[in-house]
């Protein structure tokens, strides 16, 4: 019996992890990759970004906090073109391993652009501009996405406009950077460059940051980048942006009508990512789509037999990299005979501004009133987030009012995206507040935060009074 043939379209953590999972399973992959394995995610995405943030905390915690723990260390500067170095040297390493990855696992990897030529059938095209069919049972889309340009006049004409890629890839650092848009990539990129001793001013035309987080975790996370300098302008609309000797001019007008502009060597626009699917040629493979977004059910199938999509290209869920490497194990699972169903329930949010923050389920303002139940815990009481930060930072849990089943977790504070790892279990796993609290937490540690928002949801913290 011949072995089932599976196209994988794109290498990034949904392409490369589904199609580990299906050569698991016994399947013949191949994985067409138009640029670089590893996408953006590895390339110019979560891991460049990360590496610059832990320079950026590494300088932080010489400058301020070295002096207070009795740390002395004088001239402590950043040294730009090294940072850049090591980001490239990690992130070579990480794409390296992927292709070992794809050997190890009997994978072949076919460098070309793959696009539809009928329903259910593609064709690749290579570097020298031939192309041949994808020959597959099935095939997995897991092309990601790309930086999306709002429609701000002078955006695209202005030399100093740079999106997260042009960001990641400067060889000086700029003496002052406007970033339009307070998501994620926005500010994650203002604290590094805040840290490096740029001055960065944010302008956003929301009047919130972060919608996808909790309000108070945002509401210390704000504080912070304020104490780090950073200049924060929510509700301030972009208007235009207009070059000049210096760099650029970014024009906004306030809801008020006031106008009010801001001059930086750079601007990082930043107001978030479409789907990378314009290449595929959707309608030509008859492939359902809203504006480029693939539609697809909880088996990641699409609305043509045989056709799945993944990750930052389909519709309606998280852009993550995590997100995209659980549908790819869906999908092929799914496609070898297993009846596998993506649940997006426990999918944390992380958030890797400082201090750091995650989020996973439900928040206060997508429940009704008296439904729930909140235990919050401030870092300031726990003794390892005092020694590691000063204490700053907050942990939330939400629960069913009657049941006290755990609903969300929220949190702000050192260590925050590894520790959210635990709502999201007690998620999956249906846990009660009260199985939480008689889980033994270990000390000293972050993790007794999470045990004492429990507590306090119950009116009997133990390392202070309830917060209410």
Do not use: W
Not at 6 to 16: D, H
Not at 154 to 173: F, H, K, Q, R
Request: charged share 20%.
């Amino acid at each position: 019996m011949s072995r089932k043939k599976v196209a994988v379209i794109g290498g990034g953590p949904g392409g490369y992890i589904a199609a580990i999972r299906a050569a698991q399973l016994g399947a013949e992959v191949s994985v067409i990759e138009m640029d670089k394995l590893g996408g953006t995610c590895l390339n110019i995405g979560c891991i460049p970004t990360k590496c610059m943030l832990h320079s950026a905390e590494l300088l932080e915690q010489i400058r301020i906090q070295g002096p207070q723990i009795g740390v002395d260390v004088k001239g402590a500067q950043i040294n730009f073109p090294h940072v850049m170095a090591n980001k490239d040297k990690v992130s070579s390493q990480l794409v390296n391993g992927i292709g070992g990855l794809m050997h190890a696992n009997g994978v072949s990897v076919i460098y070309g652009k793959a696009s539809f030529v009928a329903p259910g059938e593609l064709e690749i095209e290579g570097a020298n501009g031939e192309t041949e069919p994808v020959e597959a049972d099935a095939v997995i889309l897991a092309t990601g996405s790309v930086n999306a340009t709002p429609p701000i006049p002078g955006v695209n004409s202005t030399s100093a406009c740079l999106d997260s890629t042009g960001m990641l890839s400067l060889t000086e650092l700029p003496k002052s950077l406007v970033v339009i848009g307070a998501g994620v990539i926005g500010l994650e990129l203002a604290c590094a460059y805040a840290s490096f001793g740029t001055k960065v001013t944010v302008v956003e035309a929301m009047d919130h940051a972060l919608p996808m987080l909790d309000r108070e975790i945002t509401a210390v996370g704000m504080r912070h980048m304020k104490g780090m300098g950073i200049d924060i302008r929510m509700g301030t609309p972009v208007k235009s942006i207009e070059e000049t000797t210096e760099g650029a001019r970014v024009i906004c007008e306030k809801k008020n009508g006031e106008e009010v502009s801001f001059q930086a060597e750079k601007v990082l626009v930043a107001v978030g990512r479409k789907a990378n699917t314009e290449f595929l040629k959707l309608a030509t493979g008859g492939i359902e789509n809203n504006k480029g977004k693939i539609i697809v059910d909880d088996h990641m199938r699409t609305n043509v037999e045989g056709i799945y999509a993944i990750g930052d290209c389909v519709e309606g869920h998280a852009q993550l990299a995590h997100t995209a490497s659980c549908m790819g194990e869906v999908a092929a699972e799914n496609i070898m005979g297993i009846d596998s169903v993506y649940d997006e329930s426990t999918n944390p949010t992380c958030v890797y501004m400082e201090p750091e923050a995650a989020a996973v389920g439900l928040r206060e303002d997508q429940l009704e009133e008296g439904s729930y139940k909140v235990g919050k815990f401030p870092m300031l009481a726990n003794g390892k987030a005092i020694i590691m930060n000063g204490g700053e930072g907050l942990v939330k849990i939400i629960a069913n009012a009657e049941t006290e089943k755990i609903l969300g977790m929220h949190i702000i504070g050192p260590r925050a995206t590894d520790l959210i790892a635990e709502g999201a279990v007690a998620i999956r796993m249906g846990m009660t507040v009260e199985q939480l609290i008689t889980t033994i937490h270990s000390h000293p540690t972050i993790s007794e935060t999470v045990r004492e928002a429990a507590l306090d949801l119950q009116g009997r913290t133990l390392n202070m009074p309830p917060v209410r």
